[in-house]
C-alpha cells in the first residue's frame, strides 16, 4: 500500500524562502502604527522582512532537525508532557536565535547603529517576543495540520483497503445439497489478520479455511491475503490438505522477512462419503458437535505455520452425519474480555453453540454466538479480530442423549 510521506525538508525551506516578504508585511504595519505613523513603513518593512526570513529559517531547521532528533529520544504519545515542552523551548530557543541573527544583519548592513539604543533594543525585544509567539504558534499549526491531514489521507487507504479485502471474503456462500456452512469477519482494526475462505475441489468436495495471522492491521492483511491466494490456487491440484499447508508454512518460512506466522485450521469436506479431511496448524480447536450431544475437539496437525520449515503436519478424517455441526473460530472470539478482565474462553464458546438448536441454520447459530459474546463484553470493546464459520450437516438428526448441558448464561 501507498503511504503518505510528509512534505521534504527542501520544499518546505523553497516554500519559506517564496513567502517571507509576505509574512513582513502585518509586523512592518503593526511597527509603523507603534513607531509613529506609516512615514517609516518602508524602514521598518526592511527590517521586517529581514527578521521573517531569519525566523522562518531558523525556525525550518528546528523543525526538520533539532525536534526530530528530541523525538527519537522520548516515547511518541503526542500528549508526552517531556516531548510538549521540549518542542516549545526548541522553538522559543529558534526565535530567539533567528531574531538576534536579524538584528546582527540589520546592525551590520543596513542601519549602522541599529542596536546603539534603548529604543532599539526595545524593539529588538519586541520584534524577538512577537516572531518567537507567531512561530511557536505556526509551528504546531503546521504540525496539527499535516497531523489531521496524513490521518486523513491514511484513514482513506485504510478504507479503501477493507473493501477490497472484504471483496476476497465470501458473502454468498456454495449451496450444497448436504452440507450448509456460514462464516463472518469482524475486525478490530479497519483490516483484519483473520480470514476465512470456501474452495471447491472437485464436483462433490470443497476446502474450508480459517486462519489468523499474527500481528494486526494492513501488514496482518498482506500476509493474509497472500496465505488465501494460495490455497486458492493449490485447491484444484492440490493431494491432501497436509501437503497444503506444509506448502504455505514453506512459503511463509522462505519468503516472509519480518517474521510473521499464523494459525490454521484447514479442512476438506468430501459430500461423497460425508467425511472431513483436517489440519490444524495451532489454530484454536474447532468442536464438532455430534448430533447425538457428543463433543470432538478437532485438534490434530502441528505448530503454527511460518515458525519453523520442513515439518510434516498430521492429517486426520472424521466421519459426519445428518445433524453434526462444526465450530470454527479464531482467538478474537475466545479471548473477548469484559471489563473485569474475564475472558470467554472456549468452553463458554462450545457449551453455547452446544445448547443452539440442531436444527438451526449456520447464519442463525452465527447470530446466535456473536450476540452471546456481545452480551458477555457488556460494552467493552473487543481487541482482536474475530472470525467465526459454522458448519451444518443437513438431514434429520439422531435423538439427542439426555442429559445434555443448557444454554449457558453470558457469564
Known sequence: MKTTRKDSPAKELLFSLLTGWIWAIPFALFFSLVMGGFRQFLGVYQVSVVFAYCNMLTNWAARNFIVPALHRKTPAATTNPARLLADVLTYLASAIVGSMTAAMI????????????????????????????????LSYAYHFYKDALLRARSEEELNLARRIQRSFLLSQFPSRPGIEVHALNVSSKQVSGDFYDVVPAGERAFL???ADVSGKGVPAALLGSMLQASLRTQAPIATSVGSMVMNVNHMLCQGVA??????????????????????N??????VLLRANGMRELLDKGGPMVGILDGIPFEEAQVALAPGDRIVVYTDGLSEAMD???????????????AALP?????????????????????????????????????GKPAPAQPGLAALPGAR
Open 208 to 210: 474450508l479455511c480459517v
Open 281 to 286: 496448524a495451532g489454530h484454536n480447536h474447532p
Open 106 to 137: 540589520i546592525h551590520t548592513f543596513l542601519f549602522p547603529g541599529f542596536l546603539g539604543s534603548l529604543r532599539a533594543v526595545g524593539s529588538v525585544a519586541a520584534f524577538t517576543l512577537l516572531f518567537a509567539v507567531l512561530f511557536v504558534g
Open 339 to 353: 471489563a473485569r478482565m474475564e475472558m470467554y474462553g472456549d468452553d463458554r464458546i462450545a457449551d453455547f453453540a
Open 358 to 394: 440442531v436444527d438451526q441454520s449456520a447464519r442463525e447459530s452465527i447470530d446466535a454466538i456473536m450476540a452471546g459474546i456481545s452480551t458477555f463484553l457488556d460494552g467493552e470493546e473487543p481487541q482482536d479480530d474475530m472470525t467465526l464459520m459454522v458448519l451444518r450437516v443437513l
Open 258 to 279: 519480518n517474521g510473521q506466522f499464523a494459525t490454521m485450521f484447514l479442512g476438506r469436506v468430501d459430500e461423497a462419503t460425508m467425511s472431513l479431511s483436517y489440519v
